[in-house]
Protein backbone atom coordinates (compact mmCIF):
# COMPACT_ATOMS: atom_id res chain seq x y z
CA UNK A 1 0.00 0.00 0.00
CA UNK A 2 3.34 2.68 0.19
CA UNK A 3 3.93 1.25 -2.57
CA UNK A 4 1.87 3.68 -4.69
CA UNK A 5 2.23 7.19 -2.87
CA UNK A 6 5.92 6.71 -3.18
CA UNK A 7 5.90 5.99 -6.62
CA UNK A 8 3.55 8.87 -7.40
CA UNK A 9 6.28 11.23 -5.54
CA UNK A 10 9.24 9.83 -7.56
CA UNK A 11 7.62 10.23 -10.32
CA UNK A 12 6.94 13.95 -9.65
CA UNK A 13 10.24 14.49 -8.18
CA UNK A 14 11.63 13.24 -11.73
CA UNK A 15 9.20 15.13 -14.17
CA UNK A 16 8.09 18.10 -12.62
CA UNK A 17 11.34 18.96 -10.80
CA UNK A 18 12.09 22.78 -12.21
CA UNK A 19 8.76 23.76 -11.13
CA UNK A 20 9.37 22.20 -7.54
CA UNK A 21 13.00 23.69 -7.22
CA UNK A 22 11.44 27.25 -7.88
CA UNK A 23 8.80 26.00 -5.50
CA UNK A 24 11.36 25.29 -2.74
CA UNK A 25 13.36 28.86 -4.15
CA UNK A 26 10.25 30.73 -3.80
CA UNK A 27 9.52 28.82 0.05
CA UNK A 28 13.38 30.41 0.64
CA UNK A 29 13.31 33.38 -0.55
CA UNK A 30 9.92 34.40 1.80
CA UNK A 31 11.79 32.61 4.84
CA UNK A 32 14.97 34.75 4.34
CA UNK A 33 13.30 38.15 3.82
CA UNK A 34 10.93 37.35 6.63
CA UNK A 35 13.97 36.40 8.89
CA UNK A 36 16.49 38.96 8.09
CA UNK A 37 13.22 41.89 7.97
CA UNK A 38 15.48 44.30 10.43
CA UNK A 39 18.34 43.88 7.54
CA UNK A 40 15.75 45.19 4.77
CA UNK A 41 13.97 47.41 7.35
CA UNK A 42 17.14 49.54 7.70
CA UNK A 43 18.70 49.01 4.68
CA UNK A 44 22.14 47.15 6.28
CA UNK A 45 23.90 46.52 3.15
CA UNK A 46 26.54 45.16 5.12
CA UNK A 47 29.86 45.07 2.48
CA UNK A 48 31.37 48.22 0.73
CA UNK A 49 30.36 46.70 -2.32
CA UNK A 50 26.62 46.27 -1.54
CA UNK A 51 26.40 50.31 -0.73
CA UNK A 52 28.19 51.11 -4.21
CA UNK A 53 26.19 49.04 -6.00
CA UNK A 54 22.58 50.65 -4.89
CA UNK A 55 24.52 54.12 -5.71
CA UNK A 56 25.37 53.06 -9.02
CA UNK A 57 21.42 52.29 -9.59
CA UNK A 58 20.40 55.06 -7.79
CA UNK A 59 22.72 57.58 -10.38
CA UNK A 60 21.09 55.35 -13.28
CA UNK A 61 17.51 56.10 -12.21
CA UNK A 62 18.14 59.73 -11.52
CA UNK A 63 19.49 60.10 -14.69
CA UNK A 64 23.03 59.13 -15.43
CA UNK A 65 24.27 57.27 -18.77
CA UNK A 66 24.02 53.43 -19.42
CA UNK A 67 27.77 53.70 -20.16
CA UNK A 68 28.50 55.91 -17.37
CA UNK A 69 29.77 54.54 -14.44
CA UNK A 70 31.54 57.42 -12.50
CA UNK A 71 30.48 58.05 -9.61
CA UNK A 72 30.29 61.30 -8.31
CA UNK A 73 30.07 61.25 -4.91
CA UNK A 74 33.12 59.93 -4.22
CA UNK A 75 36.36 62.30 -4.66
CA UNK A 76 33.83 65.05 -5.91
CA UNK A 77 33.93 67.19 -7.87
CA UNK A 78 35.58 64.56 -10.76
CA UNK A 79 34.42 61.32 -9.11
CA UNK A 80 36.09 57.87 -10.29
CA UNK A 81 35.20 54.95 -12.44
CA UNK A 82 34.46 51.75 -11.27
CA UNK A 83 35.39 48.74 -13.12
CA UNK A 84 31.78 46.74 -12.76
CA UNK A 85 28.92 46.72 -15.27
CA UNK A 86 25.58 47.14 -15.53
CA UNK A 87 24.36 44.00 -15.76
CA UNK A 88 23.59 42.94 -12.17
CA UNK A 89 21.67 46.74 -11.87
CA UNK A 90 19.17 45.96 -13.59
CA UNK A 91 17.02 43.61 -11.26
CA UNK A 92 18.27 45.68 -8.46
CA UNK A 93 16.41 49.06 -10.80
CA UNK A 94 13.48 46.83 -11.96
CA UNK A 95 12.33 45.66 -8.59
CA UNK A 96 13.15 49.73 -7.28
CA UNK A 97 10.52 50.73 -10.55
CA UNK A 98 8.13 48.27 -9.28
CA UNK A 99 7.84 48.72 -5.46
CA UNK A 100 7.61 52.82 -5.96
CA UNK A 101 4.33 51.96 -7.53
CA UNK A 102 3.17 50.95 -3.87
CA UNK A 103 5.34 53.11 -1.74
CA UNK A 104 7.69 55.95 -0.91
CA UNK A 105 10.82 55.54 -2.88
CA UNK A 106 13.35 54.71 0.53
CA UNK A 107 11.18 51.76 0.91
CA UNK A 108 11.24 50.53 -2.62
CA UNK A 109 14.81 50.22 -2.65
CA UNK A 110 14.62 48.78 0.95
CA UNK A 111 12.45 46.32 -0.82
CA UNK A 112 14.32 45.71 -3.95
CA UNK A 113 17.98 45.30 -1.65
CA UNK A 114 16.40 42.91 0.75
CA UNK A 115 14.48 40.38 -2.77
CA UNK A 116 16.93 40.93 -5.28
CA UNK A 117 20.30 38.69 -3.79
CA UNK A 118 17.22 35.88 -3.78
CA UNK A 119 17.51 36.41 -7.41
CA UNK A 120 19.87 34.52 -8.86
CA UNK A 121 19.56 31.70 -5.75
CA UNK A 122 17.16 30.25 -8.04
CA UNK A 123 19.54 29.90 -10.84
CA UNK A 124 22.03 28.29 -8.94
CA UNK A 125 19.62 26.20 -7.56
CA UNK A 126 18.02 25.03 -10.45
CA UNK A 127 22.02 24.20 -12.18
CA UNK A 128 22.94 22.29 -8.75
CA UNK A 129 19.59 20.59 -9.46
CA UNK A 130 20.11 20.14 -13.20
CA UNK A 131 23.94 18.38 -12.41
CA UNK A 132 22.86 15.85 -9.64
CA UNK A 133 20.09 14.79 -12.37
CA UNK A 134 22.36 13.95 -14.65
CA UNK A 135 25.01 12.19 -12.51
CA UNK A 136 23.62 10.74 -9.81
CA UNK A 137 20.04 9.90 -9.78
CA UNK A 138 16.85 12.01 -11.22
CA UNK A 139 15.69 12.33 -8.14
CA UNK A 140 18.74 13.03 -6.07
CA UNK A 141 18.20 17.08 -6.51
CA UNK A 142 16.12 17.74 -3.56
CA UNK A 143 19.18 16.42 -1.30
CA UNK A 144 21.53 18.62 -3.32
CA UNK A 145 19.34 21.58 -2.38
CA UNK A 146 19.31 21.06 1.66
CA UNK A 147 23.11 20.75 0.96
CA UNK A 148 22.96 24.43 -0.98
CA UNK A 149 21.16 25.71 1.51
CA UNK A 150 23.49 24.58 4.43
CA UNK A 151 26.53 25.97 3.32
CA UNK A 152 27.99 28.72 5.10
CA UNK A 153 30.20 31.08 2.59
CA UNK A 154 28.04 30.25 -0.29
CA UNK A 155 24.90 31.37 0.75
CA UNK A 156 26.14 34.50 2.73
CA UNK A 157 26.38 35.69 -1.02
CA UNK A 158 22.49 35.51 -1.71
CA UNK A 159 20.85 36.59 1.85
CA UNK A 160 18.50 40.00 1.48
CA UNK A 161 20.98 43.29 1.38
CA UNK A 162 24.00 41.34 -0.23
CA UNK A 163 22.90 43.10 -3.58
CA UNK A 164 26.77 43.25 -5.68
CA UNK A 165 27.41 41.13 -8.82
CA UNK A 166 29.33 37.74 -6.57
CA UNK A 167 25.94 35.78 -6.27
CA UNK A 168 25.21 36.21 -10.00
CA UNK A 169 28.44 35.05 -10.70
CA UNK A 170 27.67 32.09 -8.39
CA UNK A 171 24.57 31.27 -10.49
CA UNK A 172 26.75 31.20 -13.52
CA UNK A 173 28.79 28.53 -12.35
CA UNK A 174 26.09 26.41 -11.59
CA UNK A 175 25.35 26.84 -14.67
CA UNK A 176 28.67 26.15 -16.22
CA UNK A 177 28.97 23.08 -14.27
CA UNK A 178 26.03 21.51 -15.01
CA UNK A 179 27.02 22.50 -18.70
CA UNK A 180 29.85 20.45 -18.23
CA UNK A 181 28.13 17.10 -17.55
CA UNK A 182 24.94 17.76 -19.72
CA UNK A 183 24.95 14.24 -21.82
CA UNK A 184 23.77 16.63 -25.15
CA UNK A 185 26.92 18.06 -26.34
CA UNK A 186 25.60 21.41 -27.93
CA UNK A 187 23.14 22.44 -25.09
CA UNK A 188 26.64 21.68 -23.06
CA UNK A 189 28.86 23.79 -24.77
CA UNK A 190 26.16 26.86 -25.28
CA UNK A 191 25.36 26.61 -21.09
CA UNK A 192 28.84 26.68 -20.20
CA UNK A 193 29.81 29.45 -22.79
CA UNK A 194 27.19 32.03 -22.36
CA UNK A 195 27.71 31.40 -18.87
CA UNK A 196 30.97 32.48 -18.64
CA UNK A 197 30.27 35.23 -20.77
CA UNK A 198 27.89 36.39 -18.56
CA UNK A 199 30.09 36.18 -15.63
CA UNK A 200 32.75 37.47 -17.59
CA UNK A 201 30.65 40.71 -18.70
CA UNK A 202 29.90 41.26 -14.88
CA UNK A 203 33.20 40.97 -13.38
CA UNK A 204 36.82 38.81 -13.69
CA UNK A 205 36.99 37.19 -10.25
CA UNK A 206 35.26 34.14 -11.95
CA UNK A 207 37.92 34.19 -14.91
CA UNK A 208 40.03 31.42 -13.45
CA UNK A 209 37.06 29.14 -13.29
CA UNK A 210 35.75 30.33 -16.55
CA UNK A 211 39.35 29.42 -18.18
CA UNK A 212 39.12 25.80 -16.16
CA UNK A 213 35.79 24.95 -17.77
CA UNK A 214 37.07 25.86 -21.60
CA UNK A 215 40.54 23.32 -20.60
CA UNK A 216 38.02 21.05 -19.69
CA UNK A 217 36.21 21.43 -22.98
CA UNK A 218 39.20 21.06 -24.94
CA UNK A 219 40.33 17.95 -23.07
CA UNK A 220 37.25 16.31 -23.93
CA UNK A 221 37.54 16.83 -27.25
CA UNK A 222 41.28 15.71 -27.13
CA UNK A 223 39.82 12.53 -25.62
CA UNK A 224 36.80 11.92 -28.40
CA UNK A 225 36.71 13.76 -31.63
CA UNK A 226 32.67 12.96 -31.32
CA UNK A 227 32.59 15.76 -28.64
CA UNK A 228 32.91 18.17 -31.56
CA UNK A 229 29.47 19.89 -31.73
CA UNK A 230 29.51 20.45 -27.79
CA UNK A 231 33.38 22.32 -28.37
CA UNK A 232 32.04 24.14 -31.43
CA UNK A 233 28.86 25.44 -29.34
CA UNK A 234 30.83 26.16 -26.56
CA UNK A 235 33.66 28.87 -28.77
CA UNK A 236 30.62 30.48 -30.64
CA UNK A 237 28.61 31.08 -27.40
CA UNK A 238 31.94 32.32 -25.70
CA UNK A 239 33.35 34.45 -28.16
CA UNK A 240 29.77 35.96 -29.26
CA UNK A 241 28.78 35.98 -25.89
CA UNK A 242 32.00 37.67 -24.70
CA UNK A 243 31.46 40.48 -27.98
CA UNK A 244 27.41 40.86 -27.26
CA UNK A 245 28.30 41.38 -23.10
CA UNK A 246 30.73 44.33 -24.24
CA UNK A 247 28.58 46.28 -26.53
CA UNK A 248 25.98 46.11 -24.54
CA UNK A 249 27.10 46.28 -21.33
CA UNK A 250 31.17 47.88 -21.32
CA UNK A 251 31.33 50.94 -19.44
CA UNK A 252 32.83 54.10 -21.30
CA UNK A 253 35.98 53.53 -19.03
CA UNK A 254 35.98 50.32 -20.01
CA UNK A 255 37.12 51.27 -23.80
CA UNK A 256 40.82 51.99 -22.25
CA UNK A 257 43.65 48.57 -22.39
CA UNK A 258 42.84 48.25 -18.98
CA UNK A 259 42.89 44.43 -17.00
CA UNK A 260 40.22 44.34 -14.33
CA UNK A 261 37.66 44.15 -16.71
CA UNK A 262 35.75 43.17 -20.07
CA UNK A 263 37.80 45.63 -21.53
CA UNK A 264 39.31 44.97 -25.23
CA UNK A 265 42.32 42.88 -23.75
CA UNK A 266 39.78 40.53 -22.85
CA UNK A 267 37.62 40.43 -25.20
CA UNK A 268 40.10 40.11 -27.50
CA UNK A 269 41.41 37.07 -25.67
CA UNK A 270 37.78 35.37 -25.32
CA UNK A 271 37.27 36.30 -29.28
CA UNK A 272 40.63 34.76 -30.30
CA UNK A 273 40.37 31.81 -28.04
CA UNK A 274 36.88 31.06 -29.22
CA UNK A 275 37.76 31.21 -33.33
CA UNK A 276 40.92 28.88 -32.36
CA UNK A 277 38.31 26.21 -30.85
CA UNK A 278 35.87 26.59 -32.93
CA UNK A 279 38.62 25.92 -35.87
CA UNK A 280 40.03 22.96 -34.07
CA UNK A 281 36.74 21.17 -33.67
CA UNK A 282 36.14 21.90 -37.06
CA UNK A 283 39.18 20.66 -38.83
CA UNK A 284 38.51 17.60 -35.76
CA UNK A 285 41.63 15.50 -36.94
CA UNK A 286 41.18 11.35 -36.30
CA UNK A 287 44.47 10.91 -34.52
CA UNK A 288 44.20 12.42 -30.58
CA UNK A 289 48.23 13.05 -30.71
CA UNK A 290 46.97 15.46 -33.49
CA UNK A 291 44.25 16.83 -31.84
CA UNK A 292 46.03 17.10 -28.48
CA UNK A 293 49.10 18.90 -30.37
CA UNK A 294 46.60 21.07 -31.84
CA UNK A 295 44.84 22.04 -28.44
CA UNK A 296 48.37 22.42 -27.33
CA UNK A 297 49.43 25.26 -30.20
CA UNK A 298 46.25 26.99 -29.98
CA UNK A 299 46.52 27.73 -26.00
CA UNK A 300 50.58 28.20 -26.84
CA UNK A 301 48.87 31.08 -29.40
CA UNK A 302 46.90 32.41 -27.03
CA UNK A 303 49.71 32.65 -24.02
CA UNK A 304 52.18 34.43 -26.71
CA UNK A 305 49.42 37.13 -27.70
CA UNK A 306 48.24 38.02 -24.44
CA UNK A 307 51.82 38.67 -23.84
CA UNK A 308 52.83 40.43 -26.77
CA UNK A 309 50.04 42.57 -26.92
CA UNK A 310 49.15 43.38 -23.76
CA UNK A 311 52.62 43.27 -21.57
CA UNK A 312 50.61 45.82 -18.75
CA UNK A 313 48.45 42.85 -17.90
CA UNK A 314 50.89 40.43 -16.77
CA UNK A 315 51.24 41.46 -13.33
CA UNK A 316 48.17 42.15 -11.08
CA UNK A 317 44.73 42.95 -12.80
CA UNK A 318 44.28 46.10 -10.85
CA UNK A 319 47.54 48.07 -11.98
CA UNK A 320 48.05 49.82 -8.59
CA UNK A 321 50.88 51.71 -7.92
CA UNK A 322 53.21 49.93 -5.42
CA UNK A 323 52.78 51.94 -2.41
CA UNK A 324 48.67 51.18 -3.08
CA UNK A 325 49.72 47.62 -3.23
CA UNK A 326 52.00 47.01 -0.39
CA UNK A 327 50.01 49.44 1.99
CA UNK A 328 46.42 48.12 1.38
CA UNK A 329 45.68 45.70 -1.81
CA UNK A 330 47.79 43.22 -0.02
CA UNK A 331 46.16 43.50 3.18
CA UNK A 332 42.86 42.92 1.70
CA UNK A 333 42.06 40.23 3.65
CA UNK A 334 39.44 37.91 1.23
CA UNK A 335 42.57 37.89 -1.56
CA UNK A 336 44.99 35.81 1.18
CA UNK A 337 44.82 31.75 1.18
CA UNK A 338 42.94 30.44 3.23
CA UNK A 339 46.18 28.99 5.38
CA UNK A 340 46.70 32.56 6.25
CA UNK A 341 43.34 33.07 7.98
CA UNK A 342 42.54 31.39 11.70
CA UNK A 343 41.62 27.59 11.92
CA UNK A 344 37.94 28.97 13.44
CA UNK A 345 37.68 31.05 9.85
CA UNK A 346 38.87 28.42 7.60
CA UNK A 347 38.04 24.97 9.10
CA UNK A 348 34.53 25.71 8.39
CA UNK A 349 34.78 26.88 4.39
CA UNK A 350 36.75 24.12 3.51
CA UNK A 351 35.42 21.37 5.17
CA UNK A 352 32.72 20.70 2.73
CA UNK A 353 34.78 21.42 -0.75
CA UNK A 354 37.17 18.64 0.79
CA UNK A 355 34.06 16.32 1.32
CA UNK A 356 33.40 17.43 -2.24
CA UNK A 357 36.54 16.53 -3.89
CA UNK A 358 36.03 12.85 -2.47
CA UNK A 359 32.47 12.71 -3.35
CA UNK A 360 33.34 13.76 -7.18
CA UNK A 361 36.39 11.63 -7.27
CA UNK A 362 34.06 8.40 -5.93
CA UNK A 363 31.75 9.20 -8.51
CA UNK A 364 34.39 9.14 -11.19
CA UNK A 365 35.66 6.27 -10.03
CA UNK A 366 32.19 4.20 -9.78
CA UNK A 367 31.44 5.53 -13.47
CA UNK A 368 34.81 4.20 -14.17
CA UNK A 369 32.97 1.25 -17.07
CA UNK A 370 30.21 3.98 -18.32
CA UNK A 371 29.60 6.56 -20.52
CA UNK A 372 28.69 8.51 -17.58
CA UNK A 373 32.57 8.86 -16.84
CA UNK A 374 33.37 11.64 -18.70
CA UNK A 375 31.00 14.15 -17.20
CA UNK A 376 31.60 12.87 -13.87
CA UNK A 377 35.64 13.10 -15.32
CA UNK A 378 35.15 16.75 -15.83
CA UNK A 379 33.33 17.81 -12.75
CA UNK A 380 35.74 16.16 -10.97
CA UNK A 381 38.33 18.49 -12.61
CA UNK A 382 36.15 21.29 -11.78
CA UNK A 383 35.60 20.81 -8.15
CA UNK A 384 39.54 19.79 -7.53
CA UNK A 385 40.51 22.77 -9.05
CA UNK A 386 37.84 24.92 -7.43
CA UNK A 387 39.13 23.40 -3.92
CA UNK A 388 42.56 24.17 -4.97
CA UNK A 389 41.78 27.71 -5.47
CA UNK A 390 41.48 28.41 -2.03
CA UNK A 391 44.80 28.23 -1.49
CA UNK A 392 45.23 31.14 -3.29
CA UNK A 393 42.53 33.00 -1.88
CA UNK A 394 39.95 32.49 0.61
CA UNK A 395 37.29 34.86 -1.60
CA UNK A 396 36.76 31.36 -3.76
CA UNK A 397 35.28 29.46 -0.94
CA UNK A 398 31.47 30.16 -1.92
CA UNK A 399 32.17 29.27 -5.57
CA UNK A 400 34.06 25.90 -3.86
CA UNK A 401 31.11 25.24 -1.55
CA UNK A 402 29.02 25.40 -4.30
CA UNK A 403 30.73 23.06 -6.48
CA UNK A 404 30.93 20.48 -3.89
CA UNK A 405 27.54 20.37 -3.21
CA UNK A 406 27.01 17.06 -6.22
CA UNK A 407 30.15 15.25 -4.55
CA UNK A 408 28.12 15.56 -1.10
CA UNK A 409 25.42 14.61 -2.45
CA UNK A 410 26.99 11.97 -4.18
CA UNK A 411 27.93 10.27 -0.69
CA UNK A 412 24.73 10.90 0.90
CA UNK A 413 22.76 9.25 -1.69
CA UNK A 414 24.97 6.61 -0.75
CA UNK A 415 25.03 6.41 3.10
CA UNK A 416 22.26 7.84 3.98
CA UNK A 417 19.54 5.25 2.93
CA UNK A 418 21.86 2.33 4.22
CA UNK A 419 21.98 4.39 7.51
CA UNK A 420 18.22 5.00 7.85
CA UNK A 421 17.28 1.30 6.29
CA UNK A 422 19.83 -0.60 9.62
CA UNK A 423 18.24 -2.91 11.81
CA UNK A 424 19.52 -0.79 14.80
CA UNK A 425 17.45 1.91 16.05
CA UNK A 426 20.70 3.89 17.52
CA UNK A 427 22.29 3.41 14.11
CA UNK A 428 19.13 4.71 12.08
CA UNK A 429 19.16 7.96 14.40
CA UNK A 430 22.42 8.86 15.29
CA UNK A 431 24.29 7.37 12.77
CA UNK A 432 22.04 9.19 10.19
CA UNK A 433 22.47 12.19 11.87
CA UNK A 434 26.27 11.64 12.10
CA UNK A 435 26.60 11.38 8.68
CA UNK A 436 24.35 13.89 7.18
CA UNK A 437 26.59 16.60 9.47
CA UNK A 438 29.46 15.02 8.07
CA UNK A 439 28.52 14.99 4.75
CA UNK A 440 26.81 18.20 4.43
CA UNK A 441 30.21 19.98 6.24
CA UNK A 442 27.74 21.19 9.03
CA UNK A 443 29.97 19.23 11.49
CA UNK A 444 32.79 22.13 11.25
CA UNK A 445 30.46 24.83 11.99
CA UNK A 446 29.13 22.73 15.14
CA UNK A 447 32.55 21.91 16.31
CA UNK A 448 33.94 25.19 15.73
CA UNK A 449 31.63 26.24 18.36
CA UNK A 450 32.61 24.60 20.97
CA UNK A 451 36.62 24.15 20.09
CA UNK A 452 39.24 26.74 22.26
CA UNK A 453 40.78 28.03 18.84
CA UNK A 454 41.29 31.36 17.76
CA UNK A 455 38.39 32.84 19.96
CA UNK A 456 38.11 36.64 19.48
CA UNK A 457 40.30 38.31 22.52
CA UNK A 458 38.77 41.56 24.39
CA UNK A 459 40.41 43.70 21.68
CA UNK A 460 39.08 42.19 18.51
CA UNK A 461 35.86 42.12 19.98
CA UNK A 462 36.06 45.68 20.37
CA UNK A 463 37.38 46.59 17.25
CA UNK A 464 34.48 44.34 15.42
CA UNK A 465 31.86 46.14 17.80
CA UNK A 466 33.03 49.67 16.45
CA UNK A 467 33.17 48.70 12.80
CA UNK A 468 29.54 47.35 13.00
CA UNK A 469 28.16 50.24 15.12
CA UNK A 470 29.47 53.10 13.02
CA UNK A 471 28.12 52.30 10.11
CA UNK A 472 24.37 51.22 11.46
CA UNK A 473 22.03 53.58 9.57
CA UNK A 474 20.05 55.53 12.40
CA UNK A 475 24.15 56.19 13.20
CA UNK A 476 24.99 58.09 10.08
CA UNK A 477 21.62 59.40 9.22
CA UNK A 478 22.20 61.46 12.37
CA UNK A 479 24.92 63.24 9.69
CA UNK A 480 22.26 65.04 7.71
CA UNK A 481 21.30 67.16 10.46
CA UNK A 482 24.39 69.26 8.83
CA UNK A 483 23.72 70.44 5.39
CA UNK A 484 25.20 68.73 2.26
CA UNK A 485 29.44 68.96 2.16
CA UNK A 486 31.98 66.50 1.54
CA UNK A 487 33.65 64.76 5.01
CA UNK A 488 37.09 63.32 4.90
CA UNK A 489 36.53 60.02 6.34
CA UNK A 490 38.36 56.39 6.45
CA UNK A 491 38.39 54.34 3.08
CA UNK A 492 35.97 51.88 3.86
CA UNK A 493 33.50 54.40 5.22
CA UNK A 494 33.31 56.36 2.40
CA UNK A 495 30.95 54.28 0.35
CA UNK A 496 28.28 53.81 3.06
CA UNK A 497 28.46 57.24 4.40
CA UNK A 498 27.17 58.45 0.88
CA UNK A 499 24.86 55.69 0.68
CA UNK A 500 22.98 56.55 4.05
CA UNK A 501 23.68 60.75 4.41
CA UNK A 502 22.99 63.30 1.59
CA UNK A 503 27.12 64.13 2.03
CA UNK A 504 30.15 63.14 -0.36
CA UNK A 505 33.07 61.38 0.73
CA UNK A 506 36.88 60.83 -0.86
CA UNK A 507 37.47 57.59 -0.92
CA UNK A 508 36.65 53.85 -1.29
CA UNK A 509 37.82 50.27 -1.28
CA UNK A 510 38.32 50.44 -4.89
CA UNK A 511 41.30 50.24 -7.23
CA UNK A 512 40.48 53.00 -9.51
CA UNK A 513 39.81 55.24 -7.05
CA UNK A 514 43.90 54.64 -5.81
CA UNK A 515 44.73 58.15 -5.62
CA UNK A 516 42.04 59.25 -3.46
CA UNK A 517 42.69 56.05 -1.00
CA UNK A 518 46.44 57.17 -0.73
CA UNK A 519 45.45 60.66 -0.15
CA UNK A 520 43.42 59.73 2.74
CA UNK A 521 45.90 57.25 4.38
CA UNK A 522 48.84 59.79 3.46
CA UNK A 523 46.14 61.92 5.50
CA UNK A 524 45.76 59.88 8.93
CA UNK A 525 49.73 58.48 8.81
CA UNK A 526 51.19 61.84 8.12
CA UNK A 527 51.40 65.06 10.12
CA UNK A 528 48.84 67.12 10.83
CA UNK A 529 49.49 70.02 9.03
CA UNK A 530 49.76 67.67 6.38
CA UNK A 531 46.23 66.39 6.66
CA UNK A 532 45.05 69.54 7.12
CA UNK A 533 46.33 70.22 3.55
CA UNK A 534 45.22 67.40 2.47
CA UNK A 535 41.89 67.92 3.10
CA UNK A 536 41.67 71.09 2.21
CA UNK A 537 42.56 70.27 -1.49
CA UNK A 538 40.12 67.64 -1.65
CA UNK A 539 37.33 70.60 -0.38
CA UNK A 540 35.92 68.29 2.36
CA UNK A 541 34.76 71.00 4.99
CA UNK A 542 34.14 68.40 8.13
CA UNK A 543 36.08 65.34 9.42
CA UNK A 544 34.42 62.18 10.23
CA UNK A 545 36.11 59.60 12.93
CA UNK A 546 34.79 56.41 14.05
CA UNK A 547 37.58 55.44 17.01
CA UNK A 548 38.44 51.69 16.94
CA UNK A 549 37.26 51.13 13.57
CA UNK A 550 39.44 48.27 12.18
CA UNK A 551 40.86 50.78 9.42
CA UNK A 552 41.85 53.22 12.26
CA UNK A 553 43.56 50.46 13.77
CA UNK A 554 46.14 49.92 10.74
CA UNK A 555 46.87 54.08 11.14
CA UNK A 556 47.86 53.45 14.54
CA UNK A 557 50.15 49.94 14.00
CA UNK A 558 51.70 51.70 11.09
CA UNK A 559 52.15 55.44 11.80
CA UNK A 560 52.53 56.01 15.50
CA UNK A 561 52.74 59.07 16.19
CA UNK A 562 50.83 60.15 13.03
CA UNK A 563 47.71 62.34 12.73
CA UNK A 564 45.16 59.64 13.72
CA UNK A 565 47.39 58.73 16.82
CA UNK A 566 47.32 61.90 17.71
CA UNK A 567 43.51 62.39 17.61
CA UNK A 568 43.05 59.17 18.92
CA UNK A 569 45.10 59.95 22.39
CA UNK A 570 43.26 63.26 22.21
CA UNK A 571 45.69 65.31 20.49
CA UNK A 572 43.24 67.99 18.62
CA UNK A 573 44.33 70.56 16.54
CA UNK A 574 43.34 73.94 16.34
CA UNK A 575 42.26 73.86 13.06
CA UNK A 576 39.73 71.13 14.19
CA UNK A 577 36.44 72.10 15.72
CA UNK A 578 34.10 69.43 17.55
CA UNK A 579 30.67 69.26 16.29
CA UNK A 580 27.77 67.62 17.93
CA UNK A 581 26.18 64.36 17.76
CA UNK A 582 23.36 62.20 18.99
CA UNK A 583 24.66 61.55 22.77
CA UNK A 584 25.05 57.81 22.05
CA UNK A 585 27.03 58.00 19.12
CA UNK A 586 30.38 55.83 18.46
CA UNK A 587 31.25 58.98 15.78
CA UNK A 588 33.30 61.61 16.24
CA UNK A 589 33.03 64.87 14.03
CA UNK A 590 34.78 67.68 13.37
CA UNK A 591 34.65 70.83 11.65
CA UNK A 592 37.81 72.07 9.10
CA UNK A 593 38.72 75.90 10.27
CA UNK A 594 39.53 77.20 6.80
CA UNK A 595 40.50 80.86 8.42
CA UNK A 596 43.15 78.93 10.67
CA UNK A 597 44.07 77.00 7.95
CA UNK A 598 44.99 80.07 6.59
CA UNK A 599 47.25 81.88 9.49
CA UNK A 600 49.15 78.58 9.96
Not at 39 to 51: A, E, I, K, M, P
Not at 193 to 211: D, F, N, R, T
Not at 296 to 322: K, M, N
Request: aromatic letters at 10%; one cysteine or more.
Amino acid sequence: MNKAPRGRLDDAIVRHWVALTLAVWLGVTIWYVWSDWNLVRWLSLGDTDDNMRLMQVRAWLGGQGWYDLRNYRLNPPQGFDIHWSRIVDLPIAGLILFFRLFTSNAWAERLACGIAPLLPLSIAMLGVAATVRRLIDPRAWPLALVFLLGTSATMLMFLPERIDHHGWQLAMLSLTVAGLCDGKGVRGGLMVGLASAVSLAIGLEMLPYCAMAGAILALRWVWDRSEAPRLQAYALSLGGGSAIGFAAFASYANYAMRCDALTPVWLAVMVAAGALLFLLAWVNPQARAIRAGLAVLAGAAIAAGFVHFFPQCLGRPEGVSPELQKNWLDNVREAKPIYKHPFRLGFPIAALPIVGVFGVILGAWRARRSPALIGWSAVALFVTFACLMLLWQVRAGPAAQLLAVPGATLLGWIVLPWLLNHRLLAVRVGGTVAAFLIVSGLFAGLIIKYLPVDRPNAYTKRVNRSTGSCVRYTVLKALDRYPAQTIFTFVDLGPRLITVTHHDAIAGPYHRNGAAILDVQHAFGGSADQAHAIIRRHGAMMLLLCPNHSESTNYRARDPGGFYDQLAHGEVPAWLTPLPLPKDSPLRLFRVDAGIAEQR
